[in-house]
């Protein structure tokens, strides 16, 4: 079964078509880079795939289930246990700790987490992953912008999700905390299994995934390997925008 798979998806702001017949796939463990120039629709589609927005054509399925047929309502049940979202300003609260933020979509969700103030199984394998072992009781204005996107892994990791949509998730970062980021979701993409979807315009952080695909006049112009290559990534990108 796909982690992912989008068929025929079309949205539109008014008069402007954003997506036209779009469609991608990805397998448990792919770890796909999305990019296109600003206004392209990358961003629209992610929020489409999580159900923050509501699909007006095509299909949608996370783990075989068509989120762009689901209410509000059950999308925001079906995102907190089937998709772990990545944002690029975060969204952490800044009245809990990393550990309550972490665990804060299974606590929305009314499940009973094993001793939340003091780790659990899930919880300190999490902590160690992302490197927030010696922080785990401090707030998020007590972090770097670093740590709070770290924070912000932990928590779209903790349901052990289908699939991970990451939006931007190095846009607000300096460049050193940047490259922790992409090594980051490479060591969980290899760990944990879940298929990564990364929106970006940076070639150097498309090429910490597996693939990256290009999207061009509403849908996939192209996919291809990466190589860990930003050079190629960019080489890519130019050839496919030209």
């Known amino acids: 079964m796909k982690a992912l798979k989008a ?3 079309g949205h539109k702001y008014g008069e402007q078509q954003v997506l036209k017949d ?3 796939e990805l397998d448990p463990g792919d770890f796909v880079a999305l990019m296109g120039p600003s206004g392209s629709g990358k961003s629209t589609f992610l929020h489409l795939a999580a159900g923050l927005l509501q699909c007006q054509s095509g299909v949608i399925e996370v783990g075989g289930e068509n989120v762009a047929a689901m209410s509000d309502t059950k999308a925001t049940i079906f995102r907190r246990r089937h ?5 690029q300003s975060f969204n952490l609260m800044e009245n809990l700790t990393v550990e309550k933020n972490v665990a804060l979509p299974l606590k929305l969700d009314g499940k009973k987490v094993e001793k939340v103030g003091g780790g659990g199984e899930r919880m300190e394998e999490l902590l160690k992953a992302t490197g927030l072992e010696e ?4 707030l998020p204005r007590e972090l ?21 949509l990451a939006d931007e998730p190095t846009g607000n970062l300096d460049a050193k905390s940047s490259k922790s980021i992409c090594e980051l979701l490479k060591e969980v993409n290899k760990s ?10 940076d070639p150097q952080v498309a090429a910490c995934a597996k693939k990256v695909a290009f999207l061009k006049d509403g849908a996939i112009a192209a996919i ?8 190629k990534v960019s080489r ?4 496919t925008y030209k």
């Open 7 to 9: 068929s025929g998806v």
């Open 22 to 24: 779009f469609a991608i």
């Open 224 to 231: 291809h390997d990466t190589d860990g290559d930003a050079e």
């Open 83 to 87: 998709e772990g979202v990545i944002f």
């Open 236 to 239: 890519l990108y130019l050839e």
């Open 144 to 164: 770097s912008g670093g740590e709070q996107q770290r924070v912000a892994i932990a928590r779209a990791l903790f349901a052990k999700p289908e699939v991970v």
């Open 135 to 138: 922080k785990r009781n401090r």
């Open 192 to 201: 944990e299994q879940s298929a990564i979807l990364l929106v970006t315009h």
